[in-house]
């Protein structure tokens, strides 16, 4: 159940990061052919971006890996319990008294409230990646805006000096 919602989750994002890092790709590629014009000073924010993207990728094999242990502890736990159950339901039935019944439903209401207290610790530690996973996405879009931004301000200090080019230049007259 929880690996099927963390698949879900790991997908929604590799589906943000894939197209942010096409576009630096993309980027990347063009600056690389020779295909722009204007040289930019974009390579330290597209290294940054790779270096997210790698992080990004080592984290959420990590997270899996934790998530699948995590898992798979509980699953033991639980088999463990089944098998205890089995034990004490294959021994024949005696006269118990009734203390001593007691005190095994609160052995099994202690083990129980373990589980409860490791399925909620699990859960804890998957918010937190997640929270960890939205903050790096944040972090990429930021880069992004910047260099955008950054773009955006070439291209305008460019127009204005192509216009400044214009206005210098001094039209023929015309002659009649």
């Given at each position: 159940?929880?690996?099927?919602?963390?698949?879900?989750?790991?997908?929604?994002?590799?589906?943000?990061?894939?197209?942010?890092?096409?576009?630096?790709?993309e980027?990347?590629?063009?600056?690389?052919?020779g295909?722009?014009?204007?040289?930019?000073?974009?390579?330290?924010?597209?290294?940054?971006?790779?270096?997210?993207?790698?992080?990004?990728?080592?984290?959420?094999?990590?997270?899996?890996?934790?998530?699948?242990?995590?898992?798979?502890?509980?699953?033991?736990?639980?088999?463990?319990?089944?098998?205890?159950?089995?034990?004490?339901?294959?021994?024949?039935?005696?006269?118990?008294?009734?203390?001593?019944?007691?005190?095994?439903?609160?052995?099994?209401?202690?083990?129980?409230?373990k589980?409860?207290?490791?399925?909620?610790?699990?859960?804890?530690?998957?918010?937190?990646?997640?929270?960890?996973?939205?903050?790096?996405?944040?972090?990429?879009?930021?880069?992004?805006?910047?260099?955008?931004?950054?773009?955006?301000?070439?291209?305008?200090?460019?127009?204005?000096?192509?216009?400044?080019?214009?206005?210098?230049?001094?039209?023929?007259?015309?002659?009649?």
């Amino acid at each position: 159940m929880f690996e099927a919602a963390a698949e879900r989750q790991m997908a929604a994002s590799d589906d943000d990061e894939a197209g942010s890092v096409e576009k630096v790709d993309e980027g990347r590629n063009e600056a690389a052919s020779g295909a722009s014009e204007v040289h930019t000073d974009n390579d330290d924010v597209l290294e940054q971006l790779q270096q997210l993207k790698t992080e990004a990728a080592i984290q959420k094999q990590v997270s899996k890996k934790n998530a699948a242990m995590k898992t798979h502890e509980i699953e033991t736990a639980g088999q463990r319990l089944m098998q205890a159950a089995e034990k004490r339901d294959d021994k024949p039935q005696k006269c118990r008294r009734l203390s001593t019944l007691l005190q095994n439903e609160r052995e099994e209401a202690v083990e129980r409230r373990k589980l409860e207290e490791q399925k909620i610790n699990l859960h804890q530690k998957e918010l937190q990646l997640r929270r960890e996973e939205l903050d790096h996405q944040r972090r990429q879009h930021e880069l992004i805006r910047e260099q955008m931004q950054h773009q955006a301000a070439q291209t305008e200090s460019l127009l204005k000096l192509v216009a400044a080019a214009l206005a210098r230049r001094k039209p023929k007259p015309y002659v009649y």
